[in-house]
């Protein structure tokens, strides 16, 4: 921690003795947290379930052929990516709960009509416009969580939020074992069941999580005015002063900050090979020579396992106030998953594999995540970068979804070949970015010495002399 930012908690801390500062955190954690997480988890789960679907009879009842599968995973990343950035400008004019739960709703819906589309045509449309509907959760709830936590409690509360995919993945493996065993009732496949059933669990998470969740700082209820008072200051000296108004000027800075780029190239290397264990980690287990239905609850560990690492890490992440080096050390472990599953056809070592995989993938979209929202200055532009880092980045989705073929079964070499070769970019670029957040706080430094008047650069974002960049 800079010592700048540093000095700004002691002097908060001192001017409010009376508040416990870890009960203050536990009392977030335990009215923001729960709902967020299973709010991301049903945008995972709603999304990737397709996977389950397809080895549930998907393909066959709907005739898809060729690329057809890959297509209506793909298409919802195209919407997707396109409204990201709208829908985190809009969630500064509207309030967070209500626009969160307002998405989640629609999906919700747009998920139960997939349980009776009838071809591939009706499977393309639902798929595009549930991406139209999702596109706003992750920015948003990413961006919502940086409102209520200082950079120093971020990591771990992202992290816990981002372990939802993982929990998601397991849950979804068990889920869609029992639920295609409901093949046949009401005429309804055992496909349609899982959307059918997903679908509604989402409509009642939404209704609900509009009540329960709370907007902001300044309007949360369940805080007793000193530790509202508390927390405010908190995030204000944290944030070094800078501006929280609603200008188009901070859209601009965004755009022309070239390390918007660099987390979105970061995000973007380490989604693509995410999002291929994520819609075809059951294709590859079965392709190893499981069958079908035991492939869908050997989904299960791996995810179980990435959950409990995105838990220590994270902590530590924070603890060290450090990201770059834990993104080092994650994207190797997913480079050694991906190359054992390139070399080997051996299903025991093929199913450890998983486990490098899912680890060296999903912990570092947390790392990722928190690394964006901790080093990007004043709401409006943190809001948009965070919005354009997960939209640019979920094109790898896009990607991901035609890397494994048919054809290429069950070797799927371009398929794992794709995936290490852009966790060695993630592994490069993070080594670059962790050098150059230095460089820039040790050029800050210097410019402290001629400056320390906080307000005249309140406009100016992380650019600000006075905000220190996480390493």
Not at 68 to 97: D, G, T
Not at 144 to 150: E, F, H, R
Not at 399 to 410: G, L
């Amino acid at each position: 921690m800079p010592s700048s930012v540093a000095s700004n908690e002691k002097a908060s801390v001192a001017s409010s003795p009376s508040i416990d500062e870890r009960r203050l955190l536990r009392k977030l954690d335990f009215r923001i947290l729960p709902i967020v997480t299973l709010l991301y988890l049903f945008s995972f789960l709603d999304r990737t379930n397709i996977g389950n679907a397809k080895i549930a009879g998907l393909t066959k009842d709907l005739d898809l052929v060729g690329l057809q599968y890959n297509i209506c995973a793909a298409v919802f990343f195209v919407s997707y990516c396109v409204f990201e950035v709208p829908s985190n400008m809009a969630i500064k004019k509207v309030r967070p709960n209500l626009w969160l739960a307002l998405i989640m709703f629609i999906w919700g819906i747009i998920m139960l009509s997939m349980a009776f589309v009838k071809n591939y045509r009706g499977l393309v449309v639902a798929r595009f416009f549930l991406g139209v509907a999702e596109a706003g959760l992750l920015p948003g709830a990413t961006f919502y969580l940086s409102q209520w936590y200082p950079r120093r409690f971020y990591a771990q509360r992202m992290g816990l939020f981002i372990s939802a995919p993982t929990i998601a993945g397991a849950f979804g493996g068990i889920l869609a074992f029992a639920i295609q065993k409901m093949e046949g009732i009401q005429n309804l496949h055992g496909w349609s069941w899982i959307f059918l059933l997903e679908g509604l669990a989402t409509v009642i998470i939404a209704i609900c999580g509009f009540f329960l969740m709370p907007d902001y700082p300044e309007n949360a209820k369940f805080l007793s005015p000193a530790e509202r008072e508390y927390l405010l200051d908190l995030i204000s000296k944290d944030s070094s002063g800078l501006s929280k108004q609603f200008e188009m000027k901070f859209f601009w800075q965004a755009l022309g900050d070239y390390n918007t780029y660099l987390h979105s190239l970061l995000f973007l290397t380490t989604v693509i090979p995410a999002y291929c264990f994520a819609l075809f980690i059951p294709t590859i287990i079965t392709g190893l020579g499981f069958s079908a239905a035991n492939a869908q609850l050997m989904t299960v560990p791996p995810y179980v396992f990435a959950s409990c690492v995105i838990v220590v890490i994270t902590r530590v992440s924070d603890k060290t106030k450090m990201r770059g080096p834990y993104i080092l050390g994650i994207a190797i472990l997913g480079i050694i998953g991906y190359a054992i599953w390139f070399a080997t056809r051996s299903p025991s070592a093929g199913y450890v594999a998983a486990f490098f995989a899912c680890t060296g993938t999903f912990v570092n979209i947390a790392l990722i995540l928190s690394w964006t929202g901790s080093n990007v200055g004043g709401d409006l532009k943190r809001s948009i970068v965070l919005a354009m880092t997960i939209g640019l980045g979920n094109l790898g989705g896009l990607c991901s979804s035609f890397v494994f073929r048919p054809q290429d079964a069950p070797k799927y070499h371009p398929g794992h070949g794709t995936a290490i070769g852009c966790l060695c970019i993630t592994f490069l670029t993070a080594l670059f970015m962790s050098w150059n957040y230095r460089r820039l706080n040790a050029i800050k430094d210097k410019a402290m010495l001629e400056t320390k008047d906080v307000e005249t650069f309140a406009d100016m974002g992380d650019a600000s002399p006075h905000y220190r960049y996480f390493i």
